[in-house]
Structures are given as C-alpha cells and as structure tokens.
C-alpha cells in the first residue's frame, strides 16, 4: 500500500475517535408532568403585546380576504366551487319539487293577502265609524236624549267550518 493512503486513513481515523469521545453524553433530563391542559399563564408576563396585535389584524386580514374571495366565488362563478347538482337525479327533483312547492305558496299567500286586503279596509271603515259615532254620542250624551245607546256585542265566539274543497 501507499505509505500516503495508510497516512491519510490513520488521520482519518483519529478524526472520528476525536469527534466521537468529544461528544458528551447528555445526562437523562427528568421526566416532566405532562399535563393535557396548556398552562396559559406560563410567561405571560413576557408576552410582546404589540406582537400580538399585530398577529391579531394580520389573522384578521386574512379571514376577511378569504371570506371576501369566496363571497366573490360563490356570487359569480359558483360552478367552480359547488357541485353540479343536475347530475344528480334525486337531489335535482327534490330540489324541483321544492321549488314549485315554494312557488305554490308564494301564489297562495298573494291570493291571501289580496282576500285580507279587502277585511282591513273594512274592519278600519267600522273603526272609524265607531269612532265617529263616540264622539256624536259624546256629544248627545251631556244633552238628555231618548236615543238608542250603544250596541252590545254578543258574548263568546261563533266558528265557522270551511267547507272541504276536492282537488
């Protein structure tokens, strides 16, 4: 062999023992109580407030672009980010039947208000006649008069039945 190579594979050698017995073996740290709870008040006193303000409207920030990109997503061009739901052939006629369910209501509740439109104005003419006759009878009460007083209402409630439409 080389007398070079036996040279350079000797100091090799004496490196690694070196570098070997130079390393300390670390003695075993005791092992710590670990509990499941972070300790929140560990260091707190050492907290860096104006750090965490900043943390704070940073992380702000963020929620209020994702939220802003996402509304922005959802509102014109919701394809990219929901399903196609015509795909799918039960989800799209329960949707269907929801929807002209939600229709059919809609037209009933016109046809309602358009029926109840009628009953307030006739209901606000009797209150304003009632009002109209207190005041006459107001006036004719401090005067003795022979007329007739005012009209007693019937005691209890009538119900009335609703005939049952076929359809």
Known sequence: MDPNLNMVLILLLAVTTVTVLAQRRRPASKPKVTTDEWNFRDGSDKVNMR?????????????????????????????????DYARIKPLSEALNDLYTEFNALKAHLGDL???????????????????????????????????????????????????????
């Open 51 to 83: 750090g965490v303000a900043n943390l704070t409207q940073m992380l702000d920030d963020w929620r209020f672009d994702i939220m802003s990109q996402m509304r922005g997503l959802l509102q014109n061009d919701h394809q990219s980010v929901l399903p």
């Open 113 to 167: 208000t358009e029926k109840f439109s009628a009953i307030e104005t006739f209901i606000d003419e009797v209150k304003a006649s009632r009002t109209t006759n207190t005041n006459t009878n107001a006036d004719a009460g401090s005067a003795p008069s022979g007329g007739i007083g005012p009209v007693v209402r019937q005691g209890g409630r009538r119900v009335i039945k609703k005939k049952p439409t076929t359809s």
